[in-house]
Nanobody
Framework: EVQLQASGGGLVQAGGSLRLSCAAS????????IAWYRQAPGKEREGILC????????YYSDSVKGRFAISSDSSKNTVYLQMNSLTTEDTAVYSCAARDGSVLYTDDSRYPYWGQGTLVTVSS
């Protein structure tokens, strides 16, 4: 059974940093692509980063490029989301999702597996 467990959310001041983790199980980690999504209050879900560990490729949305970084540790079956220079606009529920294959998508319908979200609140 494919399972994803996101963690690391919390309250942080604007300008601060936070690292989220997405622990995966139930599949061959390197065969899958992992994506991070976020959904702010009253807004649609947004795909912000994706990674294919096997291909070593990543995708960053313009909204987080230069501030956020995605990485993976195959030995731990975990994908990380390092968030720096946080602003109040980054306040959202952050979720990780997985799909079989190395092609990266931001279309959430491409990802059949989802973890529960973790809330990130950035205070001014």
């Amino acid at each position: 059974e494919v399972q994803l467990q996101a963690s690391g959310g919390g309250l942080v001041q604007a300008g601060g940093s936070l690292r989220l983790s997405c622990a995966a199980s139930g599949f061959i980690f390197d065969d899958y692509s992992i994506a991070w999504y976020r959904q702010a209050p009253g807004k649609e879900r947004e795909g912000i980063l994706c990674i294919s560990s096997r291909e070593g490729i990543t995708y960053y949305s313009d909204s987080v490029k230069g501030r956020f970084a995605i990485s993976s540790d195959s030995s731990k079956n975990t994908v990380y989301l390092q968030m720096n220079s946080l602003t109040t606009e980054d306040t959202a529920v952050y979720s990780c999702a997985a799909r079989d294959g190395s092609v990266l998508y931001t279309d959430d319908s491409r990802y059949p597996y989802w973890g529960q979200g973790t809330l990130v609140t950035v205070s001014s």
